[in-house]
């Protein structure tokens, strides 16, 4: 796959926040540094890294718009929060714009922000790109930071307890994927897969 970070960060610019700004590249960053620590593509996690947000910022009344015109079936907590939208826009926006048919890839930047059980490898990169970028600051961050540049398996496993504990504790929606993902990890634990 042939990525073009300029034009991503084109769009980028086009349509972050410049709060949000410091976050994408964030991430950008983090995931790029994750992939060359890990033996993985670095333009591809750039890429996916400035990608995984670029309709966070979207009114709601657009992203409903936008997942209209994308043909996208919506939870009801799509329905209620359509910020919950934003990536799996980004991941069909990609698809579009960019021609990116990389389905791992694609799922990547679709649930980035739930986690998903049928992660690859850089779907797994980019969770843990969002949620320990530089800019985070909450608890144990820097201990998990530790962790995903040792194992990324051990870091998404950790990351994704961390999020739910906090969900949990504050009365949050724990999306259907991050449950499943949960779940799965669980089942892997217990025949010893991870």
Do not use: C
Not at 63 to 82: I, M, V
Not at 84 to 104: C, I, M, T, Y
Request: no cysteine; aromatic share 10%.
């Amino acid at each position: 796959m042939i990525v073009d970070i300029d034009e991503i960060k084109n769009v980028v610019n086009l349509l972050v926040s410049k709060d949000r700004l410091l976050h994408v590249e964030g991430t950008a960053k983090f995931a790029k540094t994750l992939a060359r620590v890990h033996g993985l593509d670095e333009n591809i996690a750039e890429f996916i890294g400035y990608a995984h947000d670029i309709f966070r910022d979207i009114n709601q009344r657009k992203l409903l718009k936008l997942a209209r015109g994308y043909n996208l079936s919506l939870t009801d907590e799509e329905k209620l929060h359509p910020i919950l939208l934003h990536g799996k826009l980004a991941a069909e926006f990609l698809r579009f714009r960019f021609n990116v048919d990389d389905e791992e890839l694609l799922d990547a930047v679709r649930y980035h922000t739930s986690g998903y059980k049928n992660f690859g490898i850089y779907g797994k990169l980019l969770f843990l790109a969002d949620s320990l970028e530089e800019t985070r600051n909450y608890p144990n961050v820097n201990k998990l930071r530790e962790i995903a540049f040792k194992d990324i398996e051990m870091g998404y496993f950790e990351v994704l307890r961390n999020k739910l504990i906090y969900a949990i504790e504050r009365n949050l929606f724990i999306l259907k994927e991050s449950i499943e993902s949960w779940n799965e990890l669980i089942r892997k634990r217990k025949g010893g897969s991870i």
